[in-house]
């Protein structure tokens, strides 16, 4: 029969399942568990199906949770280890989990049995519902280690979970933080374009640094150890930030937002980066209003 662990509070949860890319997941997420001197909870879940789970079939799929667990405790044989094996919906499962962990870990292609679109759906599902944070990791396995720490930023107070993570995430990896702050804005005539925009776009910047600056500065007396640099940028969000991933080693970003992070989480800027980013995505929950 499958073995289940309790899981405990405030643990890193990674997400499992028979595909390779949840190996990139699981290494990542006993770096995690180290470097925030937490917990490491793997939790598989099997689906639901429309076969009756038999004890043997129950066995099987608990073996593979047995893989992973083992293979954390052999990359860190200090760190706390625990595991449960779920006949559950992967993402109502990790769902469920975020209640009580302080960050959940998945690889870009999700959780589950089926294939391809399915593993990404659960992947954004849990994305758009968890109640922690949640890095999701790259298919590839390959990002740079060394890079700097990415985090979209805009001027709104749903940003700032975001803004908070990304400091301390640089500065738990001892590297620089880049802010990036991008906007879209359409000129009334492309033919007029010219001499008579310059004063209006210099206007536009002034006023987009003067935000950032803003929404930065508690952040940097609080982290004084972190390098920060803003990159502002007339461009759409995805790709500045897809641009600015490729050279990353963490892009933050926040569930939702205004200004050039409009539905950061629930639009197409959130479905195409935890997709298709060079680097491991870390979707960090706004505060829930009533």
């Not at 449960?84 to 870009?108: E, I």
């Not at 679109?117 to 994305?127: Q, S």
């Not at 990159?231 to 892009?251: F, H, I, N, Y």
Request: glycine fraction near 8%; proline fraction near 5%; charged fraction near 20%.
């Amino acid at each position: 029969m499958t073995r289940l662990d309790a899981q405990p509070r405030d643990a890193v949860v990674v997400g499992v399942d028979r595909s390779s890319a949840a190996h990139h997941a699981l290494d990542e997420a006993v770096v995690q568990a180290q470097r925030m001197h937490r917990p490491l909870h793997v939790l598989h879940a099997t689906g639901i199906g429309i076969v009756p789970w038999t004890i043997e079939r129950l066995e099987a799929q608990d073996r593979i949770t047995d893989e992973f667990s083992t293979r954390a405790q052999a990359l860190a044989p200090d760190l706390a280890v625990t595991r449960d094996t779920v006949v559950a919906d992967p993402a109502a499962a990790l769902v469920a989990a975020s209640d009580t962990a302080h960050l959940l870990v998945l690889d870009a292609g999700g959780l589950g049995h089926a294939a391809g679109v399915f593993l990404g759906a659960t992947t954004h599902k849990v994305a758009a519902h968890a109640h922690c944070p949640v890095l999701v990791t790259p298919h590839s396995g390959q990002w740079t280690r060394t890079g700097p720490v990415v985090v979209g930023v805009d001027a709104s107070r749903e940003s700032a979970p975001a803004v908070e993570w990304a400091f301390a995430e640089a500065s738990a990896r001892g590297t620089n933080l880049v802010a990036v702050h991008s906007w879209w804005w359409e000129e009334p005539d492309p033919f007029l374009s010219g001499y008579e925009w310059e004063g209006h776009w210099r206007e536009v910047v002034d006023s987009q640094r003067l935000e950032v600056a803003e929404m930065l500065a508690g952040w940097r007396e609080k982290y004084p150890d972190v390098e920060v640099s803003t990159t502002l940028v007339r461009a759409q969000t995805v790709a500045a930030l897809a641009e600015e991933s490729l050279g990353a080693q963490l892009l933050v970003l926040g569930t939702r937002g205004r200004g050039g992070f409009t539905g950061l989480l629930l639009g197409s800027v959130s479905t195409h980066l935890i997709s298709h980013a060079s680097c491991p995505v870390l979707v960090v929950p706004s505060p829930r209003t009533t």
